[in-house]
């Protein structure tokens, strides 16, 4: 599986963007997917997951309530909407995917990951 993130970019605080992650290759298989992110001089971090049905879905605390996964298997494509974008939410951001199907936040059960997009967000 191949990964192609996107729609990074400049936001205020209180903005909103949305990223995509593109799936091409072995795309008949089920996986889940996950974003996580990573910071200037911070270990990366989760950020949430999506199953391949979509039923599960898990959340970081810190983006509980603010960020929505989803995804559109017949576009091979998941989403993640982020709104009410904060100062600490710049990152660059990364899709991964998990070929188990498990819905989890650690990236060591990932298999691929993508090229990751940059999110800035000016105060």
């Known amino acids: 599986v191949q990964l192609q993130a996107s729609g990074g970019g400049l936001v205020q605080v209180g903005g909103s963007l949305r990223l995509s992650c593109a799936a091409s290759g072995r795309t008949f298989s089920r996986y889940a997917v996950g974003w996580f992110r990573q910071a200037p001089g911070k270990e990366r971090e989760f950020v949430a997951a999506?199953?391949?049905?979509?039923?599960?879905?898990h959340y970081a605390d810190s983006v509980e309530g603010r960020f929505t996964i989803s995804r559109d298997n017949a576009k091979n494509t998941v989403y993640l909407q982020m709104n009410s974008l904060k100062p600490e939410d710049t990152a660059v951001y990364y899709c991964?995917?998990?070929?188990?199907?498990?819905?989890?936040?650690?990236?060591?059960?990932?298999?691929?990951w993508g090229q990751g997009t940059l999110v800035t967000v000016s105060s």
């Open positions: 991964a995917a998990d070929l188990s199907d498990v819905v989890t936040g650690y990236p060591d059960r990932y298999d691929y």
């Open positions: 999506i199953s391949w049905s979509s039923i599960s879905t």
